[in-house]
């Protein structure tokens, strides 16, 4: 989806918005509907194994950042799929300090994997992450369009009737807007993590 796809959600509230100014206000509220709900999940595109590096850049999605790391799945031809400790950071870093071979993974600033310790040559490692638009985001995801427009729609007007002396200003509809807006990235992010709870992990093997 593209943003215009978003104008029948707004602009009979806005009547008079140019398009650029829409296509900003409902980039940021689907930044941070995305952000707070973790609603737009994905898997990475797989990382391959070299036998030796536990660095790794995270694939860039299309039009996404990774606001959250979920798990990291490895696979190794012969083995069943594995699934390191996910660990923060400073626990991640102490594992390795500590030469522990413990399989884990973490990442520091969202563009980063690290995996402990290096898998074999030719395994893949695929990241399983929450996404939100980039601010440069041309494109939507149709499946969180398709279930979640009005929520991001009121998200942008919560911002957009809110700016002064415009021919579409109506703060008293602006606070409205926000209210629909926070209680519906509170409804959402509670199913999410409802789902999220119910999920199975894979059985995990591990190799040295």
């Known amino acids: ?15 008079g918005c140019p398009d650029a100014t829409m296509e900003h206000h409902l980039r940021q509220a689907a930044i941070e509907f995305c952000r707070f709900t973790k ?32 798990s990291v799945t490895v696979n190794v031809a012969g083995f069943a799929p594995m699934q390191p400790d996910l660990l923060t950071p400073e626990d991640g870093a102490a594992r390795i300090r500590d030469s522990d071979l413990r399989p884990c993974a973490f990442t520091g600033d969202l563009s980063g994997l690290v995996v402990w310790p290096a898998q074999p040559a030719g395994a893949s490692i695929v990241a399983n992450v929450a996404l939100m638009p980039s601010q440069a985001a041309a494109t939507f995801p149709t499946s969180v369009f398709n279930q979640h427009a009005a929520d991001i729609a009121a998200g942008a007007l919560s911002t957009l009737l809110a700016q002064p002396k415009k021919d579409w200003t109506d ?38």
Not at 2 to 15: E, G, H, N, T
Not at 55 to 66: N, R, W
Not at 176 to 202: C, M, N
Request: charge should be positive; glycine fraction near 8%; aromatic fraction near 10%.
């Open 171 to 208: 703060i008293p509809g602006a606070a409205i807007q926000a209210a629909k807006f926070s209680s519906g990235k509170a409804t959402v992010a509670r199913t999410v993590e409802r789902g999220s709870a119910k999920s199975v992990r894979h059985s995990t093997t591990r190799w040295f």
């Open 1 to 15: 989806m593209i943003w215009d796809d978003f104008s029948p959600f707004v602009l009979p509230y806005a009547p």
């Open 39 to 70: 609603v737009w999940q994905a898997d990475l595109t797989a990382i391959v194994g070299d036998g030796a590096s536990t660095v790794f850049a995270m694939p860039k999605p299309t039009d996404g950042e990774v606001c959250k790391l979920l």
